[in-house]
């Protein structure tokens, strides 16, 4: 006799369907898995056996081979538990083939029978919705996240015992449609003022207001202390809220690394890794999507970026120009998307105190020369916008902050109009200034005369770099919706080129 269940694993940003094929004959008692299986699911025969029989069904006395198909596929993971328990269910008559007919099911079991909740788990309910399952059944934890793939009915379980007697109608399990009012909604949690607690540098929020408008990438540089980590910890509270989409995509990223398998991501991610960090961690690898991934849709702060390995910046390269990266290994190509704001900060030189009034910098001209080359010109052309920040006096700082200080409000208040002039520009949400390419720079952004000029001009004067050129127009677009104009005036262009310096 033959069962057959169906079910699906995560494949980097996708899922691969796979049959769970059982064969039960007789002989010596014995319980094999074939079918590129790793150690991990060669393990299940063990957790799979003990789940079945502390669930108070019976386990077969015959030899039981489990085939998983297709068999060049590599199968990682505890996910196909679930439906190698059900094989075996079938193989022994406990459960019929109809029962499971044009059902998916995944999950992990443990040894008392429980359905432990899986990593990846809206990549494999949209492999199943794409396949046309009627349904699926999915560990009860996973519910939430399962939930925002719409046009396919997910149930959630809680053990094996369940799932059996959900499959012979003798009860009703928990649907997907139960929990999208409780997890789908609007940022969450109180909004911060950051913002209004920063003494002094007015360019330098200025600059902040501009980048995330647009979603440009920026450079900060300055002494110690001046408050450029505060600077990229406020920017946190002035980013606009997450779409539905976006929603989805963060929070099938951050499931397939494992960090959240039963909560929907509702907020922006804001990723610092430490300059520690290898290269693996930060661009991703056949383990999972890194930092740039985890970044989607929101921050990657780094650091003092020169203190970074070169191997790791030069990295950044691609995925900053094509917001997504592109893992290959010997066996498979992975593509994660990674649509983040860079945010960086560094020194002007190693001790920090380089152009500072009031400390002495103790550098050597080549240890200064060396410390700001590490960021290579290919890389930092990729930066929109470099700023320097000053150390704020201690007059500054000794000063009272009125308590009606509402910057960050009428900052954010900005941030969300310009966002909406971009979107009503480019027709759809998600959609930057930043994200255009040369081509659609040249096809949807108007300069005024002079504008124009003055960008010809500086351009020769400043030798900026074809990248640098259509960067300079894009940041120069979101000042100019920040101001709510039609066109980009000569005023916005020369904002945008104070912006541009090495």
């Not at 980590?229 to 690394?257: C, F, G, H, R, W």
């Not at 398998?261 to 690898?285: K, L, M, N, Q, Y």
């Not at 002079?450 to 020769?460: F, I, M, P």
């Amino acid at each position: 006799m033959i069962s057959k269940i169906h079910s699906i694993v995560p494949y980097g940003f996708e899922g691969k369907l796979v049959e769970v094929e059982g064969d039960a004959n007789r002989g010596l008692p014995a319980f094999n898995i074939v079918g590129m299986a790793n150690k991990t699911i060669n393990e299940a025969k063990e957790r799979v056996r003990s789940a079945i029989v502390n669930s108070e069904f019976c386990f077969p006395d015959k030899k039981v081979t489990i085939n998983l198909a297709p068999a060049e596929l590599l199968k990682d993971g505890a996910y196909l538990d679930l439906p190698i328990a059900l094989a075996i269910l079938v193989l022994s008559g406990q459960l019929i083939q109809t029962d499971v007919r044009n059902k998916a099911f995944v999950g992990e079991l443990s040894l008392n029978g429980e359905i432990k909740p899986i990593r990846g788990i809206i990549n494999i309910v949209e492999a199943a919705k794409k396949a046309s399952y009627a349904e699926i059944y999915v560990p009860i934890k996973n519910l939430p996240q399962a939930s925002l793939v719409p046009g396919i009915t997910i149930y959630g379980v809680r053990t094996l015992q369940e799932l059996f007697l959900a499959l012979k109608n003798q009860i009703a399990l928990a649907t997907a449609d139960e929990h999208n009012d409780a997890f789908i909604g609007p940022n969450s949690g109180p909004e911060g003022s950051i913002l209004d607690h920063i003494r002094g540098q007015k360019i330098a929020k200025r600059a902040m207001e501009i980048a995330i408008a647009g979603h440009h990438n920026i450079l900060i540089s300055g002494p110690p202390g001046a408050g450029k980590t505060l600077l990229a910890k406020a920017a946190t509270n002035l980013l606009p809220a997450l779409t539905p989409d976006e929603m989805v995509e963060i929070t099938k990223i951050y499931s397939i690394a494992g960090i959240s398998t039963d909560e929907v991501v509702t907020r922006r991610p804001f990723r610092s890794p430490h300059h520690s960090a290898s290269a693996t961690s930060i661009i991703g690898g056949a383990n999972g999507p890194g930092e740039i991934s985890l970044a989607h849709k929101g921050i990657l702060f780094l650091d003092e970026i020169p203190e970074f390995p070169r191997t790791v910046l030069e990295a950044l390269r691609q995925p900053l120009e094509d917001r997504t990266i592109v893992i290959s290994r010997a066996n498979r190509k992975t593509i994660y998307p990674a649509d983040f704001m860079l945010v960086a900060t560094m020194n002007p030189c190693p001790c920090g105190y380089l152009g500072d009034p009031t400390h002495e910098c103790k550098c050597t001209e080549l240890q200064i020369q060396n410390y700001q080359k590490k960021l290579s010109g290919p890389l930092f052309d990729r930066i929109d916008m470099n700023i320097e920040v000053e150390r704020v006096s201690n007059e500054d700082l000794r000063a009272p902050i009125s308590a009606s200080t509402n910057e960050h409000t009428v900052v954010k208040n900005t941030i969300t109009e310009a966002i909406s002039h971009q979107k009503a520009r480019f027709g759809r949400d998600g959609v930057y200034n930043s994200s255009l390419s040369s081509f659609e720079v040249s096809q949807k952004l108007k300069l005024a005369p002079k504008a124009e000029k003055l960008l010809a001009s500086a351009s020769e004067g400043l030798n900026l770099s074809a990248r640098a050129y259509f960067k300079t127009i894009k940041v120069a677009r979101t000042i100019a919706d920040l101001d709510g104009a039609e066109i980009i005036e000569q005023e916005h262009l020369a904002e945008a080129l104070t912006f541009r310096r090495r």
